[in-house]
């Protein structure tokens, strides 16, 4: 319960709805702690409910105490153009032979000292390596925020990462000095490592070896990455529990195997625990080579968590187990919670060990019987459909949420793909490693290509299926709490109180259904109005505006494709009758389910005189300067104040009208603007 709990602060925190001052928050977790020290041998009962009400505070405490320790400095406002000089930090290789670079100790014309500044690089001679002094010229602007009130904040996870900016390169890359320290040696490495294998192994097998080895997906195709998000099977990209398992567990296994031929010594001593501190050991070598992404390093502690239960005889696999590493990720980085990254990964892990730890006896002691290699066979492909099955029914709801995309033929992608992973893949991943310092590792790379053609003809042969997909409007946030918050009652408890969480799952399930999308969309800069139409589809003012924030949307609704506003010529005394009519200054909106109300969408201040006399809603994308009459009047010095706006319609005369803007959903945090 203790992550649980930590959780519950943590989520209060991030909310932005509470502000209490962090002084308060350590002197009431102290008071309680406390006081049910002092009660316990009283009032048992009494003194476990203080508590959870403690881990609950100290949760929302952790979270204030990471936003003040990181302290990244953002900047204010964009930058034109200007001379920027620092050391590389991170190197990021595109398909299209471009780079991303990730810049320290910046010496930037113009502005004072920043954290990190991303860079993207069109134009270089010499590719540049961690550690290596640059000079480029650049424009700057800080991190882009939500494109709408509730949707993914890049600020804040590029905040916590220590990025203060991100920016375009209009000239060509100069380096100034090669790194020749210590320091930035093994990202070097990496670098080169991720080289060599795609010289070694060509075309999209290459980049996919390099980026399964060591963590960086540069050259990667577009089409394959998209193939493999459609096809179920993105979880191969990103190096976390997966990888970490399957490399340790193959460690583990050879180890033990190679140790077992020596009777002496297996008779005689814990080759078990041998094997599993090697396989700590290359869990340690795996995480350096990756990169050390948080990912990682949470996948890095839930495998040193189980073969540390090895090692003292303890059930390697468990719930409490599951809830240490939690716990540790909770209190060194709170902010982990809101990413999408943790909150899948524990999703599925923790689904997997409840039933593990209810029916995997049974199913293993069959698997382990006298039965015959075709049972053994049949019992390994239903484990694994079976495994398969639980995992995207515990991740769907975050899937929901964050992607807005069902992938409904994952099951069988993943039947193909995972048993070659992990008895192919990984097993000759472990020789490259070992080969590599002898410069031999095209020995294994070739066969390991095998297997890669294999799983990357799966996604492709998956993702073109009809339908594979099923693009669903975003969840509500509350819809995703009740979802989990059931699921994670009803799976951690055994006693007959653990079934109240079945209804909170099924409240879960009917907000989710009847969660209504905003009616209209205004951006951030207030250049363009999305229009949402009875069926979720979406019109826009116009097209050539951000990628970006065009995709967001659609993503958000459940779209395909969104479209442009049906430009019709119209007189006011005609416009009854159609939704949208539009001139070249303004549209008037009178949206079928809402059709008491008369909405002017305003592009240019000419129309401003006429439409405040007429409409109930006033939308300006330029400044209204003029005495209006309408109910609700927004200008474009409301987008600039507060950002965009999502616009909520009553179906009934006498409903209220709803709305929120960026500004207010984003609360008030560092990394707000």
């Known amino acids: 319960m203790v992550p649980i709990l930590l959780a519950i602060g943590i989520g209060i925190y991030f909310t932005g709805k509470t502000d209490f001052q962090f002084e308060m928050t350590i002197t009431s977790s102290a008071i309680l702690f406390m006081f049910a020290f002092l009660i316990g041998r009283i009032f048992p009962f009494l003194k476990y409910f203080i508590l959870c009400i403690f881990f609950v505070i100290a949760g929302y405490g952790l979270a204030q105490y990471r936003v003040v320790t990181v302290g990244t400095v953002t900047l204010e406002k964009a930058l034109n153009p200007t001379n920027i000089t620092g050391v590389v930090e991170n190197v990021h290789l595109y398909d299209d032979s471009k780079l991303r670079l990730t810049l320290r100790n910046s010496e930037i014309t113009g502005t004072g000292p920043l954290n990190l500044v991303n860079v993207r690089v069109n134009k270089f001679e010499e590719m540049p390596y961690v550690g290596d002094k640059i000079k480029i010229r650049a424009g700057l602007m800080p991190p882009p925020g939500p494109s709408m009130p509730g949707d993914y904040d890049y600020a804040r996870q590029v905040w916590f990462q220590g990025l203060s900016a991100v920016g375009y390169s209009v000239s060509q890359l100069i380096i100034v000095e090669r790194n020749s320290g210590i320091s930035a040696t093994f990202s070097q490495l990496r670098q080169r490592m991720a080289e060599n294998i795609r010289l070694q192994i060509p075309g999209e097998a290459g980049a996919l070896a390099a980026a399964l080895i060591t963590g960086i997906r540069g050259g990667m195709p577009e089409q394959l990455a998209e193939a493999m998000r459609n096809a179920g099977l993105a979880h191969l990209l990103a190096i976390s529990g997966l ?327 119209f007189a006011p005394e005609n416009s009854e009758g159609r939704e949208l009519s539009c001139d070249g200054l303004s549209c008037l909106y009178r949206p079928s389910r809402a059709d008491h109300l008369l909405i002017s969408l305003v592009q240019n201040e000419l129309a401003l005189t006429e439409d405040c006399i007429n409409a109930d809603i006033i939308i300006s994308l330029v400044p209204v300067e003029i005495k209006c009459s309408a109910n609700l009047i927004l200008d474009r010095w409301d987008f600039y104040n507060n950002g965009g706006y999502a616009i909520w319609l009553p179906k009934e005369e006498s409903g209220d009208l709803r709305l929120k803007n960026v500004k207010e959903s984003r609360g008030n945090f560092p990394w707000v603007n």
């Open 243 to 569: 990888h970490m398992g399957l490399l340790c567990g193959v460690v583990f296994y050879i180890s033990r195997f190679l140790l077992s031929f020596s009777s002496k010594v297996t008779l005689n001593y814990p080759i078990k625990k041998w094997a599993a501190i090697i396989a700590s050991l290359a869990g340690v070598g795996y995480l350096f080579i990756s990169g050390a992404s948080i990912p990682t390093i949470r996948a890095f502690i839930m495998v040193i968590i189980v073969f540390g239960g090895i090692m003292t005889d303890r059930k390697a696999i468990s719930l409490r187990l599951v809830a240490i590493a939690a716990t540790i990720i909770l209190v060194t980085t709170p902010e982990a919670l809101i990413g999408v990254s943790f909150q899948m990964s524990f999703a599925a892990v923790v689904a997997l060990v409840i039933v593990f730890e209810r029916f995997g006896n049974d199913f293993m002691n069959k698997f382990r019987g006298n039965a015959g290699l075709r049972q053994k066979i049949l019992y390994f492909v239903i484990g694994s459909l079976f495994t398969s099955l639980i995992a995207e029914v515990a991740i769907a709801p975050f899937a929901l949420y964050h992607f807005n995309k069902v992938v409904l033929f994952g099951l069988l992608a993943n039947l193909i793909a995972m048993p070659v992973m992990g008895s192919w893949v990984m097993p000759w991943i472990v020789a490259t490693l070992v080969l590599m310092p002898f410069g031999l590792e095209k020995i294994a790379l070739i066969p390991m290509s095998w297997g890669l053609e294999i799983i990357m003809a799966t996604a492709y042969w998956v993702s073109d299926m009809p339908g594979a997909t099923l693009e669903i409007p975003a969840i509500d946030a509350n819809a995703l709490t009740l979802l989990v918050v059931g699921a994670l009652w009803f799976g951690i408890w055994h006693l007959k109180w653990r079934y109240i969480g079945i209804p909170v799952i099924l409240a879960g399930v009917i907000l989710a259904a009847t969660y209504k999308q905003p009616d209209i969309l205004i951006d951030n800069a207030g250049r363009m109005i999305g229009l949402r139409g009875d069926d979720n589809s979406i019109s826009l003012s116009r097209l050539n505006t951000s990628r970006i924030v065009k995709d967001r949307w659609r993503q958000r609704l459940g779209q395909k494709q969104v479209q442009r506003w049906k430009y019709e010529t």
